[in-house]
């Protein structure tokens, strides 16, 4: 959109728009529960149930969500480590070398892909309706972030901006005089598709007192989400639907918390005793005993201390003694209720987000697994949609300003084997088909994920076994299974011999060569 001069000062005039106030209440919710701040301001007093005392108290002992949000996104890791995909740009070949370069770092060392995971997710979630931004500086083009508390007015077509204008960067006062009164002088950024405008506003005038070239042919920006709340008119986060649930546990959690600090520990009493030291008069030798303090009554414990009981003498004395001292319990039940009620609201948290819950079993860890693995992959699989649509965007505006018409536009797929089920989950289900004769490739399949999940933080045995699924002879049967095959006893010694084969050779040695060379070798120790 290319604005007019009237357009630009009176964008740059406007009060803060409407839909960005609603914004920024949303975007401070959801850093409240990713990042832990302003905790202690959302925790307001319960009226008729808590004093001021308490609710302080309560503030400074509250856990924020910061774990719990972090646990909650934890599928969308796998959107970073999923093998496959495709991400091509159509450049010349003499370009694509250099170009690579520049994409392998965007800024501080970050390839885009290291950036989208390491910056713009986290402003995904906590900032949706911000912008990614690209800035040029020494005639290098880098990506920031504009918060949605930067920004003044921006109109939208689709997730890109038609225009966008920037909260003042700079406000200058000038001193009252007898003659003058004093006067604030803002200045603000205005940018559309044409131009960078610089505006100077002050007692409701506005003055364009700068204007620099956009390079880039249109407002080079993206919005950070493209999730709509279609009844606000604003983008949301992907824990947007969330928030209540988070904000119910926060609360429950803080309450829990204080009665623990307050109720979790058992109070100690007992009768009365008299002082061993004074006899109960409160004084030894005319002077205030110091062991009781005056008071008659021994205040302190001592291990020399005997508490001495009389046996009983008839049949229908008591055998045990009467108690003389002991334990008033903490209410564990309202504590266990707490504890309950909080695990109830993370499971509702979790099939909110994921359209499945998670099972644990007492050997496993917090995390556990998903009951139903297929709604977190089409959730995971929506999400990467958005990842791919940024990538892109990235991907292009680098090109285009880089290579200008020699750029072609792109190709951006990312893999979507996505890891959600653990290695032993996947063993479980391999070893459950296997028994049930399933048919090869679905063996094969299933194999495959075994070992991508396994080794997923180690490439290169990833690698390994992968490319191992191809070259060992009938590798879903057992060596008894295949003697008995009606198949040539060259095959057989294959199978035979392929444990003590497959010790020669070396990970790398493996990954290195060839299916058909390896099997070569395989079959020439084998068989001599």
Known sequence: MILTIDQVTAIAKAEVDSWIKIAREDSQKLRMHFYGT??????TKIDGLE??????????????NIWLTENLLRPTDTIWTSKGGAIKPELPDTSIEAFERVVKNIKGGLSIKGYLKSVWFDKFVTDPNGLLFIEVKDKKAFPTQKGIEKIKNMQYNGVAPDYVCFEPDVILESQETPTNKKNTHKF????????????KIWNGGATITKVILNSFGKVPAISNSSLIDTDRKIFISPISKQVGLLDKYLTNNSVKEIHQFLH???????????????????KVNAEICTSCNGTGNSTKKDVSDQRKLKPPKNADDPVIAPNVAGYVSPDIAS?????????WTNNLLYFSMWGTTIERKDNETATGRFIDVQPVNNKV????????????????????????????????AYGRRFLIETADQVWDKYLTAKKEKSNVGALDQLLEQYYESEYQNNEMLRLYYLKLIKIEPFIHESIQEVSAMVISEEKKNEKIFYGDWIK????????????DNLKSQLKTYANG
Not at 38 to 43: A, G, H, P, Q, S
Not at 335 to 343: H, V
Request: glycine share 4%.
């Open 38 to 43: 302003n905790t202690d301001e959302f925790l």
């Open 51 to 64: 004093s001021e005392a308490q609710i302080k108290l309560r503030r400074d002992h509250a856990i924020s």
């Open 188 to 199: 603000v950024w205005v940018v559309d598709e044409i131009n960078y405008y610089r505006v």
């Open 264 to 282: 979790g520990y058992p109070i100690f009493w007992e009768y009365v005793q008299r002082c061993n030291v004074c006899k109960g008069t409160g």
């Open 335 to 343: 504590w266990q209720e707490q504890r309950a009620e909080l695990d």
């Open 381 to 412: 699989n929506a999400i990467t949609d958005i990842v791919e649509v940024v990538h892109k965007f990235l991907l292009d505006i680098f090109g285009e300003y880089y290579y200008s018409e020699s750029y072609k536009g792109s190709t951006v």
């Open 504 to 515: 020669t050779k070396m990970v790398n040695e493996v990954i290195d060569q060839t299916i």
